[in-house]
């Protein structure tokens, strides 16, 4: 992100329109979070009304602003003066609490907008919920409101800032402030949530119910929240996900620096049944936001109590670098419930270390468990405890500890507790504890809790939060690994213009299925290699066919209308000579007119047939495909492939694109991946080259929108050096009804590559202007070190350390960017006498949360100063802001930084000094 200031631009010279836009979208949800003033709109003083309750917990709780009840029959509601309208308040209103029935909604929030609200939280009910009549009452108010008011609801609890006051629901309590900041999409589960948190001590920052989300969505609260400094985490109950590009992208953002958790009802038929009738929205497919939740570093769980839990050890506990978990115990039966639990969820226990071993011996009686989990005995004292303690925490086969104690005769848990928490903090390892018991344990679980051990009453539940806590590092790991960079040899750019025209040709012949043969010619386009396949529509043509590849020969159906071939009888396998080619073919025929399914008119099923050679499978198959889910676009499949490929169910799924460090993430997940790494003698597969395959597979998904469904069933993956080869391959395109700006949006802006040209400077320098890569964190490194101080020190008004500037942490968030967020883009040398590439700048536009408007910082490497490189960036990075749709853009320079005052005049930036800084503002509206 751009460490720029954000300007503040001064009204005047007829941008007052656009200024006011602009800080509508700014402050709208802040209005609605720190309101100055709020109306209730449908206040009443009727005993047990919503109306009523609202009112009474806005004046009940003093928010240090002004309350206005709105009521067309009364003067007075609650003893506070009320107005018959919102038009008819003394003060402008920020925000607007409305609790009319659904029918009038529509007209209050056109008086809202008139009025000049900001913020409004509809509470009502009988929405899109209810059927036909409130979906179209739904989308008269979001007509009304675009662009005009923000709305959160309708059918919702309401908005709590429990540390300012604010109770803007009808729940029956404030909550406890605190640094959780709790999302639900029930208000029944919200005010249960509440209920027990007063039993459970938790605080939150802010509590929201959503509703149906007609506004307001997952992706700007999570923004919201992801800026609130009072906000330490992010919990979520989810029944639908709405606009999953919004959430996808606020996601990645904040977790790297928030825990995000969620729970998603509807995980079973049943339930999504049930939620979509709750929410009247698709509750989408579960296995696919599993991946959803898995590409943007949030953490899925199954209970209410997980919640709770993951929000409590993730704020008090470093993530575990690892699966691994060592267990010390007094008490056989414990350890062993833990470890059933750790390894059913995917943990795996710690294999203790010889050295480990030896030191345990020395201070643990002769007969100890001599392994993991350490069974220190029954009758273990607090230095018991604290020795095995100390010598599992230094263990580097281990990454997490989990203590638990059983009160027996011998048992002192109180200062037990008192001696372990000392290791509260274990060199990035977690410390989890479980007092089992009751009263006698309670002192030491509280010595614990203070200590910032966080304690389970039972171990195996302690267990299944050490997985969820490796499981959550992982994910995040993902979105921070640097990616490889592909292999020269093999990264040449796809022929996409000899795709599209296969694609073309279908389209135009009023086809949807391509033939096998077009499908491998749309692959190999990519790159991705395929089995030779010749075309032969006679018995002669195949007989001449397999005598020129060689036999033994494979013969499939060739058709346009039949896609599963080995149903109907349309694969022969194995054919040893011209004979067996020619029987072959005429089985095949008769079996493609005996088809269950006519032809369509004026088609027909057989067409010829395919003559491939025969692959001795010395080799695993696998499966790499692609389908449309309704909510999130195109979803990538990778797995065990073959025949059985829908019986086995052994397949992963990821948004695309895809990098390296993604499909590698893929295979892990599947039970395939442990063959592919060899096994029984057999040497590994090339998982680089299988990697860069499924990535070049992504691109020909992300850039070949009219393909709806492909799939590459066999892929076969040869052990060591002799290759990955597709040997069957089929596509569909979306039909003729489907026009082109119908097309399934893809949930994760792709790499923007109409972005990246070559330049040349007018000193005769070629260079490539491309926006940044997660591969290009090398790059990055060496850039730095190109940089002077002063260089530094006038991008970031401070010097920073070389080592803090190319810290991998810093660097991630750099290069792997949302390029919905914000564009980076670099320029690109190859050095003519090594051939190595090098950045020779970087020019990033960050876009502001809630805003149409973003921020401009320019670096350029010290030794390419001063050959335009600056001016091209900025000249580039305001055309990327007009294709964005962005209505101004803003930097702030400092006053000695006399280089990037005149490159902003030069591109026509407007600056105006404030202190010590230039403000520097480009108006696009007019342009």
Same mark, same amino acid.
């Given at each position: ?50 109306? =009523? ?144 948190? @007063? ?21 700007? $609260? ?29 996601? =990645? ?20 049944? /049930? ?28 209970? &209410? ?51 480990? &071993? ?107 939060? @050490? ?36 694609? =073309? ?19 190999? /386009? ?15 043509? /195949? ?32 054919? /040893? ?70 019986? @086995? ?32 003698? =057999? ?238 503002? $480009? ?5």
């Amino acid at each position: 992100m751009s460490n720029e200031k954000p300007a503040t631009l001064k009204p005047g010279d007829g941008a007052d329109r656009t200024l006011d836009v602009l800080r509508f979208e700014r402050d709208a949800l802040r209005a609605i979070f720190a309101p100055k003033s709020v109306a209730v709109v449908g206040a009443t003083e009727k005993e047990g009304g919503v109306g =009523r309750t609202v009112l009474w917990n806005l004046i009940s709780n003093p928010f240090g602003g002004a309350v206005y009840p709105i009521n067309k029959r009364h003067k007075q509601v609650l003893g506070i003066k009320a107005y018959s309208s919102i038009a008819q308040v003394p003060e402008p209103v920020d925000l607007a609490v409305i609790v009319t029935p659904a029918p009038t909604v529509p007209g209050v929030v056109s008086e809202c907008v008139a009025a000049g609200v900001k913020g409004a939280i509809i509470i009502s009910a009988g929405f899109k919920e209810a059927g036909a009549a409130g979906v179209e009452l739904e989308r008269k108010i979001a007509e009304i409101a675009h662009g005009k008011l923000r709305l959160i609801g309708p059918n919702c609890l309401g908005v709590m800032r429990p540390r300012t006051h604010l109770n803007a629901t009808f729940a029956s309590a404030m909550a406890r402030p605190g640094t959780v900041g709790f999302i639900s999409q029930s208000g029944a589960l919200l005010t249960a949530v509440l209920d027990w948190s @007063f039993r459970e001590n938790v605080g939150f920052s802010a509590c929201v119910s959503v509703g149906s989300m007609l506004d307001v969505d997952w992706g700007d $609260l999570i923004n919201f929240l992801g800026d609130d400094p009072h906000t330490h985490s992010i919990m979520i109950y989810m029944e639908s996900i709405g606009n999953a590009r919004s959430f996808i992208s606020a996601a =990645r953002e904040v977790a790297l620096t928030k825990p995000i958790i969620v729970i998603k009802a509807g995980r079973t038929a049943a339930a999504a049944k /049930a939620a979509a009738s709750h929410t009247g929205a698709l509750a989408g497919s579960d296995d696919v936001l599993d991946a959803v939740f898995r590409r943007c570093g949030v953490l899925r769980v199954n209970s &209410i109590a997980d919640l709770f839990h993951m929000a409590e050890v993730l704020a008090k506990q470093p993530r575990p670098s690892g699966p691994r978990l060592t267990i010390v115990t007094n008490a056989g039966g414990p350890g062993v419930l833990a470890t059933d639990t750790l390894i059913a969820l995917g943990g795996e226990l710690a294999e203790l270390s010889a050295e480990s &071993i030896a030191a345990l011996n020395q201070v643990l009686p002769p007969h100890w468990s001599h392994g993991n989990p350490i069974d220190i005995l029954g009758d273990a004292d607090p230095q018991r405890y604290a020795q095995a303690l100390e010598i599992a925490s230094k263990d580097p086969n281990s990454d997490g500890l989990l203590v638990a104690l059983t009160p027996q005769a011998m048992t002192d848990p109180t200062e037990t507790a008192r001696r372990l928490s000392a290791f509260a903090v274990t060199r990035g390892k977690p410390v989890l504890a479980s007092w089992m018991g009751g009263k006698d344990i309670v002192a030491g679980e509280a010595i614990l809790n203070q200590a910032n051990i966080p304690t389970f009453g039972y171990p195996d539940t302690a267990a299944r939060i @050490f997985t969820l806590m490796w499981r959550y590092a992982y994910n995040l790991r993902g979105l921070y690994e640097t990616p490889t960079q592909a292999d020269p040899a093999s990264a040449a750019a796809p022929d996409r213009e000899r795709a599209e025209q296969f694609l =073309r040709n279908a389209r135009a012949s009023g086809r949807t299925l391509l033939s096998e043969f077009e499908s491998k010619q749309v692959l190999a /386009a990519y790159g991705i290699p395929t089995v030779t396949t010749r075309i032969a529509t006679s018995v002669d043509d /195949a007989v001449h066919s397999a005598a020129a590849i060689g036999y033994p020969v494979v013969l499939k159906l060739h058709s346009h209308t039949i896609t599963h071939k080995t149903d109907v009888g349309g694969v022969q396998l194995n054919l /040893a000579d011209a004979d067996a080619v020619r029987r072959a073919y005429r089985a095949i025929e008769s079996a493609a007119l005996a088809a269950p399914e006519p032809p369509p008119e004026g088609g027909a099923h057989f067409l010829g047939v395919a003559v491939q050679p025969m692959v001795k499978l010395e080799g695993y198959e696998l499966i790499v495909g692609s389908s449309i889910d309704p909510q999130f676009g195109p979803v990538l499949l990778f797995g065990a492939g073959g025949q059985l490929v829908e019986i @086995f169910r052994d397949r992963a799924l990821a948004l695309p694109p895809l990098n390296s460090t993604l499909a590698r993430r893929m295979m892990e997940q599947t039970t395939m991946h442990k063959a592919l790494l060899g096994v029984r003698g =057999r040497e590994p597969v090339d998982l680089d080259a299988l990697a860069q395959l499924m990535v070049r597979f992504s691109q020909l998904v992300v850039e070949q929108r009219w393909i709806k469904e492909i799939d590459i069933n066999p892929l076969l993956a040869a052990p060591g050096r002799a290759g990955i080869i597709a040997l069957d391959a089929r596509i569909v395109l979306h039909g003729a009804d489907v026009a082109e700006e119908q097309l399934p949006r893809l949930a994760i802006r792709p790499y923007p590559a109409q972005y990246a040209s070559p330049w040349t400077s007018k000193s005769g320098m070629a260079v490539t202007i491309r926006p940044i890569r997660p591969e290009d964190e090398p790059l990055m490194v060496k850039f730095h070190a190109t940089l002077s101080e002063e260089s530094v020190y006038m991008r970031y008004f401070h010097f920073i350390q070389y080592n803090q500037r190319v810290a991998h942490e810093r660097l991630t968030r750099l290069c792997f960017i949302d390029y919905d967020r914000e564009m980076a883009l670099v320029v690109e040398r190859k050095d003519p006498a090594t051939g190595e590439n090098a950045i020779l700048a970087i020019g990033r536009l960050s876009k502001v949360h809630q805003s149409s408007e973003a921020e401009f910082a320019i670096l350029v490497s010290d030794a390419w100063q001063g050959h335009g490189l600056g001016v091209e960036l900025l000249r580039r990075l305001v055309q990327i802001g007009r294709d964005e749709k962005l209505q101004r853009i803003v930097a702030t320079i400092l006053s000695e930084n006399i280089a990037m005052q005149h490159v902003s005049r030069k591109i026509g930036f407007k600056l105006q000094r404030v202190e010590s800084e230039f403000q520097a503002e $480009l108006d696009l509206t007019g342009a």
